[in-house]
């Protein structure tokens, strides 16, 4: 059970290398003494340990794999690699039953980032702070869209291979596929307002997924895999820090283990980033939408260019195909109207608004926000 010491268990069993079916890996770690649990509700399982210097996360998976996880090996290069945009790693505890099975992850520890927060806090309050005059352009979106940049140019420099696989014509055409049927999905559960833009924008939509198609010669990446605005957490000392490298949680285990394009993390940190500022425009009353959108430019432009230059300056610009970036976008677009149909029905404005910013005129976007504000709530 949580907070019966089970935890505090596991981080002092760290050393201990092999023992039966379970194999124990340590990378850092400090004396912890107490523990708690993190009431909220999750995938997995959380646990808090103290010590008198410092803390530690450590998080039972509740549901093992049979056929492998991401993170272990993940996390792994990114040690290895010296990456230290993430939550310092301390350890983690894989159970393999017999020798022909994928070690299975149990627990994953990592160091207790202080006072942290994640994206849809620290950027959500960037853009209203911004939006009310409280803090600058280049103070709320330019400096965090360039820091996010390095830290995911960064994780990819240090995930990728020297000479990377790339793409096939198979591989191509199950991303068209699978964007295809994501599409089909939301026009599926959508009604009303939604489904009818939808509808009207579906062969532009269709248009600019044509792109993954073509996708063959992409160099292939372990990449994240479910990277977003929530996936980073700014802590009291500032600094971003890039966390859960389990993958897309609706993907199955084949598809999250395999390499794949630079451009699904980019262009999932990019939509991200609009979609922040869709969330104030739809949570806050009287909010300026102009400034919004300029926050909302900037913070994405910051990012892609900090995002290339890291690569460039390192000598790996080519991990990037930029081609794939509009369509890798359009298809998280596709998959979050899914998600809301699915899970979470008022989320179905985020992707609307997204549909409405890339294929309508920006005088018609901004009458229908306009409208919106003077609707009901």
């Not at 999750?42 to 996360?57: F, L, M, R, T, W």
């Not at 179905?348 to 409208?371: I, L, M």
Request: with cysteine.
């Amino acid at each position: 059970m949580p907070g019966d010491g089970a935890a505090l268990g596991l981080v002092e069993a760290l050393d201990r290398g092999s023992d039966g079916a379970f194999t124990f890996t340590r990378w850092d770690g400090h004396p912890v003494a107490e523990e708690r649990v993190i009431d909220v509700d999750q995938s997995n399982e959380s646990v808090i340990v103290h010590g008198p210097d410092s803390g530690a996360v450590v998080k039972w998976v509740v549901r093992v794999s049979d056929d492998g996880d991401p993170a272990p090996v993940r996390v792994g290069r990114l040690v290895e690699a010296g990456f230290d945009a993430m939550p310092t790693p301390w350890g983690m505890v894989q159970w393999q039953p017999d020798p022909t099975s994928a070690p299975a992850l149990v627990a994953m520890v990592t160091a207790l980032v202080p006072d942290a927060r994640d994206g849809w806090q620290w950027a959500v309050q960037d853009a209203v702070a911004y939006a009310s005059g409280v803090l600058s352009l280049h103070d709320s979106a330019a400096v965090p869209g360039t820091a996010l940049g390095r830290v995911v140019a960064s994780m990819h420099l240090g995930l990728a291979d020297t000479s990377p696989p790339v793409a096939d014509a198979a591989h191509a055409a199950a991303w068209h596929s699978e964007a295809l049927a994501a599409l089909d999905d939301a026009l599926a559960l959508m009604d009303g307002a939604e489904l009818a833009r939808l509808e009207r924008h579906a062969d532009a939509l269709r248009s600019d997924l044509g792109a993954l198609g073509h996708a063959s010669g992409s160099p292939l990446v372990p990449i994240h895999g479910d990277l977003h605005v929530g996936q980073i957490l700014r802590g009291a000392d500032g600094a971003y820090r890039v966390t859960d490298f389990d993958g897309n949680p609706v993907a199955t285990t084949a598809e999250r283990l395999a390499p794949q394009p630079a451009a699904v993390d980019v262009a999932g940190m990019a939509q991200s980033l609009d979609h922040v500022a869709y969330v104030v425009l739809h949570r806050t009353p009287g909010v300026d939408a102009a400034a919004v959108e300029r926050w909302r430019t900037t913070a994405v432009e910051a990012f892609l260019s900090s995002y290339r230059a890291t690569l460039e300056a390192a000598g790996r610009g080519d991990l990037l195909d930029e081609l794939l970036l509009v369509p890798m976008r359009m298809r998280q677009v596709c998959r979050e109207y899914v998600y809301a149909g699915r899970h979470l029905p008022h989320w179905r404005y985020v992707p609307d608004r997204a549909v409405r910013d890339r294929y309508e005129a920006p005088s018609d976007v901004a009458a229908d926000t306009a409208a919106e504000k003077d609707g009901p709530a």
